[in-house]
């Protein structure tokens, strides 16, 4: 379960970016995670609740907005959404290919993979 470490590390560097201002509490905390990372929602939520434990993140939501893949085509030139086949050649697991919808051709992924924090809800001392 590769989420507690990619939440553990969100959450040292919200920590930290909160620690710049006078923040009394944390409502939520938003993370674009991209379907290629293989990142699972749940569980990202399960170990965000677990890992901010005795921090100013405790309590808090992780909202989680799902990035999709977007891919350039550099030889048709198609910009857009991925169309992901499954290499029929693997029975005990899918490995995702990605080549261009419309002519089948290599692409370059320009969305789906990040993860990264988009906003916090704060509420900051007066």
């Known amino acids: 379960m590769h989420e507690v470490s990619v939440v553990a590390s969100l959450v040292d560097a919200v920590i930290a970016?909160?620690?710049?201002?006078?923040?009394?509490r944390v409502n939520s905390v938003t993370a674009v995670i991209g379907r290629l990372t293989n990142l699972g929602e749940e569980q990202m939520k399960?170990?965000?609740?677990?890992?901010?434990?005795?921090?100013?993140?405790?309590?808090?939501?992780?909202?989680?907005?799902?990035?999709?893949?977007?891919?350039?085509c550099g030889s048709c030139g198609f910009e857009g959404?991925?169309?992901i086949l499954t290499d029929p050649d693997f029975t005990s697991h899918s490995v995702p290919i990605l080549a261009c919808p419309s002519c089948g051709g290599a692409v370059t992924v320009t969305s789906g993979q990040s993860c990264r924090i988009r906003c916090m809800d704060i509420e900051e001392a007066e």
């Open 46 to 72: 399960f170990a965000y609740e677990i890992v901010t434990r005795d921090t100013i993140l405790e309590g808090s939501e992780l909202i989680v907005e799902e990035e999709p893949i977007e891919l350039l």
């Open 81 to 83: 959404p991925a169309t």
């Open 17 to 24: 970016e909160l620690g710049k201002y006078n923040v009394t």
